[in-house]
């Protein structure tokens, strides 16, 4: 039979003489002009043969007119041939999908699809749904062109067979729960094809989202997942399992798209969708190359020129942040991504632009602290702009998420005496005092800030990572409990000689971005020790020399609240301007004391960086009830006692001294490329004796350039009473005649 040519039957087609043809669908509408198209388009409805439409617009339109008005048509994929009647609904949604229908159908009718159910959920309505649509189902290891799987939880250990069983057949599967609130359909999973990931690169993912549950269930030893009640109606139920047998039919059509490749959740409580992408994961044990993260740390840290394009705000940038923003974005998501939310804090001022980016931890919780919202708990993220703040919160998030311990990194087990010159001893960095390892047992009852590690076993054989020394341009060794976040909570039970905490920790839009950014937290948390442990007073900076206009808000925003403000001068002899910025309240019965820090070659950026940070926690202090009184927003035990006690009467280091400094102060040439910035940054460690060892910790799945710079000798600002700068920079510089007793030190531990 002839073929008879039709516009695509999801277009109404309407021809208003003069104007031209209009085909208008859900979608879109197009506009076709000319006279020979206004002639010929009733006619192609898929009633009549070529021969029929030259017969009937004869003679006013030639035959070489119509053959072009059709040539053009298909060009534009806006005509179809019909060969064999289809019942029209279901062929203008195949040729919506860019499909032919006769052929679409005819593949939907003859296509085998294998039905597993993985957990408590029925299958008999799936089965019958897919049988009457001509689908033959076939029972388990059968030759089938897709397997669909229902689950009632998309972390079920079963599911793990079923995805290596397809990896190894090459054979694409639909995942699915069409039980509960919220329905979940994808992803089809397609071995060996596009960037998909594999179901071990999602269940990775979802495993860093559940905290809570991940808690409750080792307190239970209860086999996982923890079943929760069933919430659904049959409605729900019947919509999810058809929305399934759809998704079944398009793939056997041969429907494709990238977007099959994520997870689409339905909320139908609140009638909402949301689509997750899902990639694949470079290091993915099942689907890629286990080995990347080991590789790349045992490989030179090579740094190269990189133009700084971006200096508005807060640092120097080689890129954007709105293309920061744009590049990571999928990595927000609450099922496939590390940031599980991003949310800008209501603060009721709009000048203050702060967020807050919900944690993946990628581990099991073995700390209820964990699950408990505080300043420290939460990436937050802080600038001038509201894109800055927001790109702030993301790249922190990713920043502790690639700093986690996974498993996949490099190590070696070795003692120290057996690494000689290739170790490097842990006290260097972690810098505990005799004192404090004496008592050690009596402060770990009090807080993080002031946990003691036990002393260390130079004979005692433990995991170390190799890190790049940029000093002497060669790998050194730490121990890997230094390094990454939470790694002692995966090893046995034993002494603890080493413990991870965010000192050094960067992220950047390029790899000298980060280990620039990386140095800077150093020297800021070098000054602020000095400075907090020894109550030193300093001068504050004359904001007015800034002439900047931000800052001139800054200070009339902090007014209306009822806060002063001052921003002190911690510069030490590093000579990296370092500002403290220090605001308290002045009308009520507490004064909140917040502090916030931030450093940079450029003495502008890095009072901008300080104050920003005020911006950051300012929302723990915002919220004062009818009665004067504060309502503070975070449980964390420390900051309410400081917030609600101390007073600046009493702490008399947080006042400025009478001089203050002006901007002109720290005067420096301006560079243009970032490695220039980390060329001057290891000059200034290495002349005083010291060298620069950096840690690269960027994730395959994720990116985002982030690194662990160490200095050892340089100082936290938690408390890390060793002899050393704490006690010596004070005297070098002048601001005490003699150092400081450690029995004198600030008894107040920095919590921040």
Not at 84 to 98: K, L, P, Q, T
Request: net charge negative; charged share 25%.
């Amino acid at each position: 039979m002839d073929a008879r040519p039709s516009f695509r039957r999801h277009f109404r087609v309407e021809v208003i003489e003069g104007d031209g043809v209009f085909l208008i669908n859900e979608r879109d509408t197009h506009v076709l002009t000319g006279r020979s198209i206004e002639a010929v388009a009733g006619l192609l409805d898929g009633k009549h043969t070529v021969d029929d439409i030259l017969v009937a617009v004869e003679p006013d339109i030639p035959p070489e007119n119509v053959y072009y008005v059709l040539h053009t048509l298909r060009q534009r994929d806006l005509l179809v041939d019909v060969t064999e009647d289809v019942e029209r609904r279901a062929a203008a949604y195949w040729e919506m999908a860019g499909l032919q229908a006769q052929e679409a159908v005819a593949a939907v009718r003859g296509g085998r699809a294998e039905l597993l159910t993985v957990g408590d959920v029925p299958a008999e309505e799936l089965r019958s749904l897919l049988v009457a649509e001509g689908v033959e189902v076939t029972g388990p290891g059968e030759d089938a062109a897709l397997t669909v799987v229902l689950t009632d939880d998309y972390l079920r250990g079963e599911l793990a067979d079923v995805n290596r069983r397809h990896m190894a057949e090459r054979r694409p599967w639909l995942l699915a729960r069409t039980t509960g609130p919220v329905l979940w359909l994808g992803p089809v999973f397609q071995p060996g094809e596009g960037d998909g990931g594999c179901w071990r690169c999602l269940s990775q993912r979802m495993e860093g989202h559940r905290q809570s549950l991940t808690y409750v269930e080792d307190r239970l030893r209860a086999g996982r997942p923890l079943a929760l009640p069933a919430a659904d109606l049959a409605l729900t139920r019947g919509a999810g399992v058809r929305l399934v047998a759809a998704e079944a039919a398009k793939w056997l059509a041969g429907a494709r798209s990238p977007q099959q490749r994520d997870l689409i959740t339905f909320d139908t409580m609140h009638l909402g969708a949301t689509r997750h992408e899902l990639r694949r994961r470079p290091q993915c044990p099942e689907c890629g190359d286990a080995g990347l993260m080991a590789a790349a740390a045992h490989s030179p840290v090579e740094l190269r020129s990189r133009p700084k394009t971006f200096t508005a705000d807060g640092g120097h940038r080689s890129r954007h942040p709105e293309d920061t923003a744009e590049r990571y974005a999928h990595l927000v998501s609450p099922v496939t991504g590390v940031i599980r939310e991003l949310t800008r804090m209501d603060t009721r001022t709009p000048f203050v632009k702060a967020y807050v980016a919900g944690h993946n931890f990628s581990r099991e919780t073995r700390d209820l602290s964990m699950l408990r919202k505080g300043l420290r708990t939460q990436s937050a993220g802080k600038g001038m702009t509201d894109l800055q703040a927001k790109v702030s919160a993301m790249c922190e998030a990713m920043e502790r998420y690639s700093g986690i311990f996974q498993g996949d990194e490099a190590r070696r087990t070795a003692s120290l005496r057996e690494l000689g010159a290739d170790g490097v001893h842990p006290n260097s960095c972690s810098l505990y005092s005799d004192a404090q390892y004496r008592t050690r047992r009596e402060v770990r009852a009090t807080n993080s800030y002031s946990y003691v590690s036990d002393p260390f076993d130079e004979d005692a054989a433990i995991e170390w990572t190799p890190v790049w020394s940029l000093t002497e341009r060669r790998h050194k060794y730490l121990p890997t409990g230094y390094l990454y976040y939470y790694y002692n909570d995966s090893r046995s039970t034993g002494p603890l000689y080493t413990w991870a905490d965010s000192n050094g920790n960067a992220a950047g839009s390029s790899l000298e971005d980060a280990v620039l950014q990386g140095f800077m937290e150093l020297v800021e948390r070098d000054a602020v020790a000095v400075w907090w442990y020894n109550r030193v007073r300093r001068p504050a900076f004359d904001l007015g020399t800034f002439a900047d206009p931000w800052i001139a808000e800054f200070q009339e925003v902090y007014a209306g609240l009822g806060r002063d403000l001052h921003v002190l001068d911690l510069t030490n002899d590093l000579g990296v301007p370092v500002a403290a910025a220090v605001s308290r309240r002045v009308d009520g019965p507490t004064e909140d004391i917040l502090m916030a820090f931030g450093a940079h070659f450029d003495v502008r950026i890095a009072v901008q960086r300080a104050l920003a940070e005020l911006n950051q926690f300012i929302p723990a202090v915002i919220d004062v009830g009818a009665d004067g009184v504060t309502r503070y927003r975070f449980p964390e035990p420390d900051q309410i006692d400081w917030w609600t006690n101390a007073r600046i009467a009493d702490h008399p280091y947080l006042s400025p001294t009478t001089t203050s400094v002006p901007a002109s102060a720290y005067e420096r040439p301006a560079t243009s490329d970032l490695l220039d910035d980390v060329e001057a940054a290891r000059a200034l460690v290495e002349e005083r004796g010291m060298e620069m060892l950096v840690l690269d910790q960027t994730r395959p799945d994720i990116g985002l350039p982030v690194v662990k710079v160490i200095v050892p000798g340089l100082r936290h600002f938690w408390r890390r009473l060793a002899p050393g700068r704490l006690y010596d920079v004070p005297v070098r510089l002048g601001w005490r005649a003699e150092p400081t007793p450690e029995e004198q030190m600030n008894p107040i531990t920095m919590f921040l």
